[in-house]
Protein backbone atom coordinates (compact mmCIF):
# COMPACT_ATOMS: atom_id res chain seq x y z
CA UNK A 1 0.00 0.00 0.00
CA UNK A 2 1.14 3.49 -0.89
CA UNK A 3 0.67 6.56 1.24
CA UNK A 4 -0.05 9.54 -0.41
CA UNK A 5 1.62 12.32 1.05
CA UNK A 6 -1.73 13.82 2.18
CA UNK A 7 -2.59 10.72 4.64
CA UNK A 8 1.25 10.46 5.77
CA UNK A 9 0.48 14.28 7.11
CA UNK A 10 -2.94 13.14 8.38
CA UNK A 11 -1.70 10.47 10.47
CA UNK A 12 1.12 12.17 11.43
CA UNK A 13 -1.69 14.90 12.77
CA UNK A 14 -3.43 12.14 13.99
CA UNK A 15 -0.33 10.79 16.03
CA UNK A 16 0.12 14.32 17.47
CA UNK A 17 -3.49 14.22 18.70
CA UNK A 18 -2.97 11.08 20.65
CA UNK A 19 0.07 12.40 21.97
CA UNK A 20 -0.96 15.45 23.78
CA UNK A 21 -4.51 12.60 24.69
CA UNK A 22 -1.66 10.69 26.27
CA UNK A 23 -0.26 13.11 28.55
CA UNK A 24 -3.34 14.55 29.37
CA UNK A 25 -4.85 11.16 31.01
CA UNK A 26 -1.19 10.36 32.41
CA UNK A 27 -1.50 13.88 33.96
CA UNK A 28 -5.09 13.01 35.32
CA UNK A 29 -3.67 9.45 36.54
CA UNK A 30 -0.84 10.47 38.42
CA UNK A 31 -3.10 13.24 40.65
CA UNK A 32 -5.64 10.60 41.52
CA UNK A 33 -2.00 8.02 42.26
CA UNK A 34 -1.02 10.59 44.39
CA UNK A 35 -4.42 11.96 45.85
CA UNK A 36 -5.20 8.37 46.66
CA UNK A 37 -1.57 7.09 47.59
CA UNK A 38 -2.29 3.96 45.00
CA UNK A 39 -0.93 2.89 41.96
CA UNK A 40 -3.09 2.12 39.25
CA UNK A 41 -2.82 -1.41 39.13
CA UNK A 42 -3.78 -1.85 42.82
CA UNK A 43 -6.65 0.65 42.04
CA UNK A 44 -7.72 -1.28 39.75
CA UNK A 45 -8.52 -4.45 41.22
CA UNK A 46 -9.78 -3.16 44.12
CA UNK A 47 -12.12 -0.95 41.95
CA UNK A 48 -13.08 -4.45 39.66
CA UNK A 49 -13.93 -6.08 42.64
CA UNK A 50 -16.04 -3.42 44.62
CA UNK A 51 -14.21 -2.27 47.11
CA UNK A 52 -13.77 1.25 46.15
CA UNK A 53 -16.82 2.79 46.50
CA UNK A 54 -18.95 4.93 44.56
CA UNK A 55 -17.05 8.42 44.27
CA UNK A 56 -17.10 10.21 41.16
CA UNK A 57 -13.10 9.86 41.55
CA UNK A 58 -12.96 6.49 41.14
CA UNK A 59 -14.96 6.40 37.98
CA UNK A 60 -13.13 8.80 36.50
CA UNK A 61 -10.01 6.87 37.20
CA UNK A 62 -11.16 3.99 35.82
CA UNK A 63 -12.38 5.78 32.23
CA UNK A 64 -8.91 7.88 32.38
CA UNK A 65 -6.67 4.31 32.48
CA UNK A 66 -9.45 2.73 29.30
CA UNK A 67 -9.17 5.75 27.50
CA UNK A 68 -5.56 5.79 28.12
CA UNK A 69 -5.38 1.91 26.46
CA UNK A 70 -7.23 2.97 24.04
CA UNK A 71 -5.21 6.29 22.48
CA UNK A 72 -1.68 4.60 23.43
CA UNK A 73 -3.20 1.51 20.75
CA UNK A 74 -4.15 3.57 18.62
CA UNK A 75 -1.06 6.19 18.37
CA UNK A 76 1.07 2.54 18.60
CA UNK A 77 -0.59 1.24 15.27
CA UNK A 78 0.11 4.67 13.59
CA UNK A 79 3.47 5.19 14.61
CA UNK A 80 4.98 2.81 12.17
CA UNK A 81 3.04 4.33 9.08
CA UNK A 82 4.67 7.86 9.49
CA UNK A 83 8.17 6.74 10.05
Not at 25 to 53: C, D, P, V
Request: net charge positive; proline share 1%; glycine share 2%.
Amino acid sequence: MTITTEIKESLEREFNICSKVIRFYKRQIEALEKKYKMNTASFLRKFERGEMGDEQDFFDWYAFHKLLSSWTSTKNAIHPLIK
